[in-house]
């Protein structure tokens, strides 16, 4: 209707056989008027049926085709031989003339449309007419119409006039131009009252487009008649006869309802006509069947093809109509099939009456959700695709009210397993359309057995031929396999008067649990309604205009579609959240419960210790829906550890559910203890997407999903029309929700040409919105600082603060709550209510385009590239899947060349189009490549980057897509992903404006820069859209084919080169060239999960560039192993993955690297210099075995060794850097490095003292808390060796009441220690201050992932913030070096700097001078406090084996034993440690009352048993005891409790019983039968030494019984050194000697005991 003003003429076909001959109407008289020509149909009751159509042959077509006007029409062509101009500009003097010039074509049109369907009629014998009527010759009442509803409204007329009724229906095709005399000529002159029919709606009109016509036509030509009109069948919606009779009623009213609507239920403006009960107007003989199937089960394809086999290869008529979910592949189909012996004129869904002969139900979780049987007829067949097959199994699972609709119906009833069948012959389990279908063809009887099987087979071949023989077969199979598996159920009478049990009680609500949410008003109307297609009867008042609805509704549907689904191994685990980033549907998610949350979870809850810091006192468990998930198995591929498993769906169902819904609902979002920005953190995240209906599998899902984890609380989506609008903003079913603040993605959809300009107005809206809210609050301020205008303090300063940071989103949303509730409570001034009304813009929105690449690269092309030139702030994610995937997989501009699409068929010719090198020619643009599963990191750190960017971004993501037909099926995503990388078919860059001028490659970063080609031959050959083309057609594929390999090859060098600096760039070329490369360089290697060993390199790399060295920096897999003996020095940074594992980016090169070390000489690398840095976990058995690895490999192949491999250690406090800081100086020295520039690098952050005057200064902090601590109390502090001991030992206790904190056996308490006075005093004094001053602290380039208090007073800083009674590390020295002025102090400094000051340096180390006497032994040396700020570290918590149990001390109890840490340096003078002076000196809380603290707990490393009924081994040294004091209590109030308890024993060495803290108690406890055995080590005790490990030897047949005989753990904690190997060589040795074993076997033993978590180190 939107064309009527065009000048096209319309044409209107009713079915498809009037498609096939309008068609050839409309082109014949398009060509005889000159007029162009519009011919259109229904949408999905026309274009997506299936029905009998007779084809014209195009021979016959010929023969009327008037070859004149082709011709004429051919020469109005634009052509040099005979040129023209069209088109051109016409001022006001002669447009009006030139467009009236062409009405007498627009007059002639009717006449021409008539002769050329008559002559149509000629050579087909079917008659048409502009205007046909149907109906009783003296009709008083007539319905005019158009479309597919006229057959309909045939049927009607039929009926009626069999009742006496005087009725007929007047048919337009011919809409435009209308016709007045060909309508009048039709419509017999005894009809008095008209309907008219629009299947349209246009709002603000008096009248709809055919209706208004004919008024106009009636009133033209001086008839008057009742004429009324009304709308019908919008969206699809139903028009069956019963719908046709209202409107025939509804004229015989004395005042007929005019603007009706028809079918719906308007209980608003009353506009609906009453609609009576189904009218049957079935023709005799007619066999009808409904199929209730799921996207991409094969259903709809089947009965399409079966509708094709009785329609052409047999003597009956066929009609298949098919309706669809909103939702993608996994939604619920429906399919209507008719077949009988007379054209078929039904164009409307099968109905009560008679009913369906045939009902199948393709899925189980239909049995409580669809009323199936509502449509069927009595006596007819109901066929269940389910494994039950007994009338018990089948009460069990078979919701009463089915039962009893099948006893009254008296249906035959018939089960069959076809996910088994379709599995026992090859296919996937989902696959069941064959099965089906043969068992439609064996109950139906429509073909004889033999025709149908041959018929079933050929269509099989049309349908697969393409693929594989493979699948071919396995088809054919499982027809045969059909009839052997169907089972005919003989039900009991009793199901008449059929009753709930508890089994199929659970049937209509599976997923209930009593930890699930309420379903809320919204979604229980229309989610439930749409998920269940009931939603047709929702009257409208339930909507709200406009089409807005609240978010949130999937989380609801549980659709229950897998037929397995994954488990979680927890003691596998290494907690990295790769399987929840990768999950399609968010339904694998990772939860942190405290301890309140896992004494409160269900039975069988699996969770175990959260892994780092930040998740100290915390349980880690992966959760995962079973009522959600899709069984795609994309979780199991992507887990590195093999920790997920795939388990039938029944089993998770039964076992999971309860704990899923528990984590879901009563699990506290934990999402402020990692940075979101990173890929483990960002998991912690909760998803604002979830549970959509994509397909099972879906690549575009996780990159969504994973943006509103980073994202969503902010983001505003502009969605591109396809595959994401589907599963994204199919009505009532929203995936996206709000988070616990309220707060949530907004989106809205538009269309394919205009969405990135329907984006960039969202923005240009939001931006201009947020300007005024700052020139408010700007204006608010003015007022009150003049004192005009009063508001409270404290919003005035958080008003300011806000314009401080007004940039930076994560700053502003943690103001925007205080300020909206100070702005609620503030009158409603002027001033403030403006504020007030933009106070939803506190918050900068996040604005995203998002659409696939039909959008992108095709249609909304033109706007994209223009988003891009306007340089506004907005982000751009293209969803690449390489084709139109919505819509069935055509061909796109993304399309590969070589690739079989729709429309391209013989594979598609071009090349695909290179979207990021267009995107980055605009260089004002952020551009990224990204593909999840290759590279998760580079994916999270592209998203970061393009949002941070303050203008346009685009971000192309490689999304896999089910069409592309991979051979590993829905689980091949992760797979696809990584080989596409890996063959250099998909790119990974990025390119940062920010950075451009700035970085050697100009802001371009190639993240992935070695490519295999034989990775490419495999990716090719495991997707059918490539090998389909080489089944058909081997060489035009190989031809297409290669050229794609050579097209992607040839930008990927270009890509290597632009990444590339200039010397790189030259040595490169001239490799290239075959010249000799000279020069020394460093090449720095990486192998990395996370990207912390990439940013240790890349340091490193940019270090060596400070300093004026040569250095390159790659990924491990982006070297060849061929090359290595070429680089000069190398250096390797390797992080550790899971058990040992190598990292993502190394795995490849080790792969190599292994074949390579077979047969690699010994002196391959005699001429290269290497050193490796390991980046790992001492808590994991294989402490950074991968650097190990590689170490090993550049020593086997005779590199020059120059640094003892690097150990860094995420135990550590500051993780890695604790090692790094120590190893780099040398590491710079053994290389012979350069020194660096000889000047200080500007301070991150500027430091002002402010006046006392200054408003800044007011904001001052009285209090400091170190991020991630708690507020506790120390209670309780009492030596627990004897007054005047040489040692002091003490036990502390902690009220943890109010904190949140909780703790579990092995954690450690975390206590934040201040500075002394002493060393603070040192400090001021050495930078002229006297401590009062106040600091205004800004950051200027930081990097700090915490951020400095802004105002705070300086004896706080240096006391609370700083460590500076730490130790320095050698940068430390650099920076006082470049400081001092002095030249003696200068020239010492120096010296220790050097290589040759090494020795020195290490005596400065070893007299641990602190960073405050360092201070004040080189006074020449004016640090800046900026300065101070970059090169002194704050203050770490110190940890402590927490000594008690919270099973019997109770949560908020917490205790310690610590030693004071005391020491005599080499000039004499005594020292203590910063904490255990602070803890011993500083804190008497007997004397003070409880003494408040920050703090925090650590998780351990260790783990504790499952069952109290392990035994355990406890290896204590010193205040080692403090965790086994943990371990006991635990087990004796277990044993309290009535639990079953193992043995346990204490082996405890100290140097004399004084220091045996806790002696009295555990003696009793082994009273009790808690503690079987205590062996003593007190090494000063007796004349010999006498150490913990002699007695593991004398008690050898003790640990061996505990650790072997029956399973025990071991836990050894205490000082290191050779401690941990002696005690683990003789449990060894216990095992060889007491169970007679070999060495070889007993050391696999105490390994599996370490993998597995039973020997344990602390």
């Not at 409270?792 to 103001?815: F, I, N, T, Y």
């Not at 002493?1318 to 050495?1326: N, S």
């Not at 499952?1506 to 006991?1528: D, N, Q, S, Y």
Request: aromatic fraction near 8%.
């Amino acid at each position: 209707m939107a064309v009527r003003s065009t000048g096209c003429a319309l044409l209107n076909a009713h079915n498809p056989q009037e498609v096939m001959d309008l068609g050839l109407v409309a082109h014949l008289a398009s060509l005889r008027s000159s007029v162009p020509f519009v011919h259109f149909f229904d949408g999905t009751r026309t274009s997506g049926v299936i029905e009998c159509v007779k084809p014209i042959p195009y021979t016959t077509m010929k023969s009327i085709v008037p070859w004149e006007e082709l011709d004429a029409f051919r020469q109005r062509g634009l052509n040099p031989q005979h040129p023209i101009m069209r088109g051109m500009g016409q001022d006001p003097q002669i447009y009006y003339q030139s467009a009236v010039s062409a009405n007498k074509y627009y007059d002639a049109v009717p006449a021409i449309v008539q002769d050329v369907m008559d002559q149509v009629a000629v050579i087909t014998g079917r008659q048409y007419k502009l205007f046909e009527y149907y109906g009783a010759p003296d009709a008083d009442r007539a319905v005019v119409i158009m479309g597919s509803a006229a057959k309909t409204a045939e049927e009607t007329v039929d009926y009626l006039r069999a009742k006496g009724e005087k009725v007929g229906v007047l048919k337009v095709r011919l809409f435009r131009p209308f016709s007045t005399e060909h309508f009048l000529a039709e419509l017999p002159e005894s009809v008095k009252a008209i309907a008219v029919l629009d299947r349209t709606k246009e709002d603000l009109a008096p009248s709809l487009p055919l209706h208004a016509d004919v008024l106009t036509a009636l009133s033209e030509s001086g008839v008057y008649k009742t004429v009324v009109g009304g709308n019908y069948g919008l969206g699809s919606k139903e028009f069956a006869p019963k719908h046709c009779k209202a409107v025939f009623d509804n004229l015989m009213e004395k005042v007929p309802k005019n603007r009706y609507t028809l079918g719906i239920n308007d209980d608003v403006t009353h506009s609906s006509l009453p609609v009576g009960p189904t009218i049957n107007c079935i023709d005799e003989g007619m066999t009808q069947a409904i199929f209730f199937g799921l996207g991409s089960d094969g259903t709809v394809g089947a009965n399409k093809a079966a509708a094709a086999i009785i329609g052409e290869r047999t003597e009956f008529y066929s009609q298949g109509h098919f309706n669809y979910s909103s939702q993608k592949a996994g939604a619920s189909t429906v399919s209507h099939l008719r077949f009988g012996p007379k054209p078929i004129r039904s164009e409307y869904e099968i109905e009560d009456s008679p009913g369906a002969d045939y009902v199948a139900c393709h899925h189980t979780s239909f049995l409580g959700k669809f009323d199936m049987l509502s449509k069927a007829q009595e006596g007819g067949v109901f066929v269940v695709n389910c494994p039950w097959k007994s009338i018990e199994d089948l009460e069990k699972q078979f919701p009463a009210k089915l039962r009893r609709a099948i006893a009254e119906k008296k249906v035959d009833l018939y089960t069959i397993d076809a996910h088994a069948v379709a599995t026992s012959v090859g296919l996937p389990a989902k696959r069941i359309n064959q099965v089906m279908q043969a068992t439609f063809f064996n109950l139906s009887n429509i073909l004889p057995p033999e025709d149908a099987k041959a018929q079933l087979e050929a269509a099989i071949d049309r349908m697969y031929g393409k693929k594989s023989p493979d699948i071919v077969r396995s088809n054919k199979a499982a027809l045969a396999a059909a009839a052997e598996n169907l089972n005919k159920i003989d039900y009991p009478a009793s199901w008449l008067t059929a009753e709930e049990n508890e089994f199929s009680a659970k049937v209509a609500h599976p997923s209930a649990s009593q930890y699930s949410a309420p379903i809320d008003e919204f979604s229980s109307t229309f989610l439930k309604g749409i998920d269940s297609r009931t939603a047709d009867s929702l009257p409208v008042s339930a909507f709200s205009p406009g089409g807005e609805t609240p978010i949130g509704q999937s989380a609801f549907q549980k659709r229950a579609l897998a037929e397995e689904v994954p488990v979680w191994i927890p003691d596998k685990c290494t907690q990295c959240n790769l399987c929840s980033v990768v999950c399609p549907h968010a339904v694998v998610r990772p939860f942190l419960l405290d301890k309140k949350e896992m004494e409160t979870a269900p039975a069988g809850y699996n969770a175990r210790k959260a892994k780092g810091g930040e998740l100290g006192g915390l349980n880690y468990t992966i959760q995962l829906a079973p009522f959600d998930c899709t069984g795609c198995a994309v979780c199991v591929e992507m887990c590195p550890d093999d920790a997920l498993v795939m388990e039938p769906q029944k089993y998770s169902q039964d076992t999971f559910n309860e704990h899923w819904e528990f984590s879901l609902n009563h699990v506290s979002i934990k999402d402020n203890l990692m940075d979101k920005n990173t890929v483990k953190g960002s998991q912690f995240q909760d998803p604002l997407m979830e549970f959509s209906g994509a397909c099972s599998g879906c690549g575009e899902t996780p990159y969504v999903k994973l943006l509103t984890q980073m994202f969503g609380d902010r983001m505003v989506i502009a969605n591109s029309s396809g595959c994401s609008s589907v599963w994204g903003g199919s009505y009532g079913l929203s995936p996206f929700k709000k988070n616990r603040h309220g707060q949530g993605p907004a989106w809205a959809r538009s269309l394919f040409e205009d969405t990135a300009e329907y984006g960039l107005g969202m923005a240009l809206g939001s931006q201009q919105r947020r300007e005024r809210l700052i020139e408010d609050v700007k204006e608010l301020i003015e007022e009150v600082d003049s004192g005009s205008l009063v508001v409270s303090g404290e919003l005035q300063v958080l008003l300011q603060r806000w314009l401080d940071v007004v940039d930076d989103a994560d700053k502003c949303s943690v103001l925007q709550p205080e300020i909206k509730r100070l702005l609620a409570a503030e009158s409603d001034g002027p001033e403030v209510q403006a504020v007030k009304r933009g106070s939803d813009m506190f918050v900068a929105p996040s604005h995203w385009i998002i659409g696939g690449d039909g959008w992108a690269y095709d249609i909304g092309f033109g706007g994209l590239d223009h988003v891009l030139a306007t340089g506004q702030n907005i982000n751009i994610l293209v969803l690449d899947t390489e084709g139109y995937s919505n819509t069935g997989a055509q061909v796109s501009k993304a399309t590969p060349q070589g690739a079989t699409m729709k429309m391209a068929a013989g594979g598609q010719k071009s090349k695909k189009k290179d979207l990021g090198a267009i995107a980055m020619m605009h260089e004002n643009a952020y551009v990224a490549s990204v593909s999840l599963a290759a590279d998760v990191n580079q994916t999270v750190r592209a998203f970061k980057e393009a949002e941070a960017w303050n203008g346009p971004s685009i971000i192309i993501a490689y999304a896999t897509c089910v069409d592309w037909g991979h051979r590993h099926g829905d689980k091949a995503m992760v797979l696809q992903q990584v080989q596409a990388v890996e063959s250099g078919y998909w790119p990974l860059y990025r390119y940062n404006p920010a950075d451009a001028g700035k970085t050697e490659s100009n802001g371009f970063e190639l993240d992935h820069k070695r490519v295999d080609e034989k990775t490419m031959e495999s990716f090719v050959q495991n997707e059918n859209r490539f090998t389909s083309l080489q089944r058909s057609s081997p060489e035009h594929a190989k031809m297409l084919q290669d050229g794609m390999k050579q097209t992607f090859n040839a930008r990927h060098e270009q890509r290597k080169r632009r990444a590339m600096g200039d010397e790189d760039l030259l040595e490169y070329l001239k490799k290239q060239m075959g010249e000799q490369v000279t020069g020394e360089r460093v090449t720095v290697l990486y192998g990395t999960d996370t990207g912390n060993a990439e940013m240790v390199a890349k340091n490193f790399q940019f270090e060596m560039k400070r300093r004026g060295m040569k250095a390159k920096c790659l990924s491990l897999n982006d070297v060849s192993i061929g090359d290595l003996a070429e680089e000069s020095k190398i250096l390797a940074i390797v992080a550790t993955a899971g058990q040992g594992e190598m990292p993502k980016s190394a795995v490849k090169f080790w792969q190599d690297m292994e074949t390579f070390l077979e047969t690699a000489p010994a002196d391959f690398l005699k001429d290269t210099k290497f050193a490796v840095f390991g980046m790992g976990d001492s808590s994991y058995v294989f402490f950074n075995e991968a650097a190990r690895k590689i170490d090993e490999a550049f020593e086997k192949l005779g590199g020059e060794r120059v640094m003892q491999m690097g150990m860094g250690d995420d135990q550590h406090p500051a993780r890695f850097d604790t090692e790094l800081e120590e190893w780099s100086p040398d590491y710079y020295d053994n290389i012979e490095a350069p020194e660096p520039p000889q000047e200080l690098s500007p301070p991150s952050h500027l430091v002002e003292i402010l006046s006392p005057e200054d408003a800044k200064a007011s904001k001052v902090i009285t209090s400091y808390e170190p991020a991630g601590s708690k507020a506790v109390k120390m209670s309780v502090k009492r030596s627990t060796v004897p007054e005047g001991y040489e040692r002091a030992i003490d036990h502390f206790e902690f009220d943890l009441t109010g904190s949140g904190l909780s703790y579990d056996q092995g954690d450690s308490l975390g206590l934040w220690p201040s500075n002394s006075k002493e060393q603070v005093d040192i400090c001021l004094k050495a930078l002229g201050l006297n401590g009062d001053e106040v600091l205004n602290i800004q950051p200027i380039d930081s990097n700090r992932s915490v951020p400095l208090p802004e105002v705070i007073p300086a004896r706080m800083l240096f006391t609370e913030v700083l460590d500076i009674a730490g130790w320095p590390k050698r940068r430390y020295y650099e920076m006082l070096k470049l400081s001092a002025t002095d030249p003696k102090e200068k020239e010492e400094l120096q010296h220790l700097c050097t290589k040759e000051g090494k020795a020195d340096y290490q005596a400065y180390t070893a007299e641990s001078y602190t960073y405050a006497e360092l201070l004040q032994k080189f006074p020449s040396a004016k640090v800046s406090i900026g300065n101070l700020l970059d090169y002194v570290p704050d203050i770490k918590p110190r940890l402590y084996s927490i000594a008690s149990s919270s099973r019997m001390r109770g949560d908020d109890e917490c205790h310690l034993c610590i030693i004071k840490n005391e020491w005599t340096a080499t000039s004499g003078r005594e020292l203590v440690g910063l904490s255990t002076r602070w803890l011993s000196d500083d804190l008497h809380p007997g004397n003070e009352g409880p003494i408040p603290l920050r703090a925090c707990v650590h998780p351990s490393a260790v783990t504790m048993p499952e069952t109290h009924k392990t035994p355990i081994v406890m290896v204590a040294l010193g205040t080692g005891i403090a965790p086994m004091r943990a371990f006991i209590e635990e087990r004796a109030a277990a044993k309290k409790d009535g639990e079953e308890c193992g043995d346990m024993a204490l082996f405890f060495g100290a140097r004399n019983r004084q220091e045996y803290s806790y002696e009295a108690e555990f003696d009793q406890y082994q009273k009790d039968g808690v503690l079987q055995n205590i062996v003593l080590a007190l090494s000063r005790e007796q004349k010999e030494k006498i150490y913990v490990t002699h007695r593991l030897k004398q008690e050898k047949q003790l640990v061996f019984d505990l650790i072997h005989e029956k399973h025990g753990n071991l836990y050894l904690c205490g000082p290191g050194g050779n401690v941990p190997p002696q005690v683990r060589q003789a449990v060894v040795d216990a095992i060889k000697d007491c169970g007679g074993h070999t060495e070889e076997y007993a050391e696999k033993y105490v390994q599996e005991m370490q993998i597995n978590g039973r020997y344990n180190v602390e």
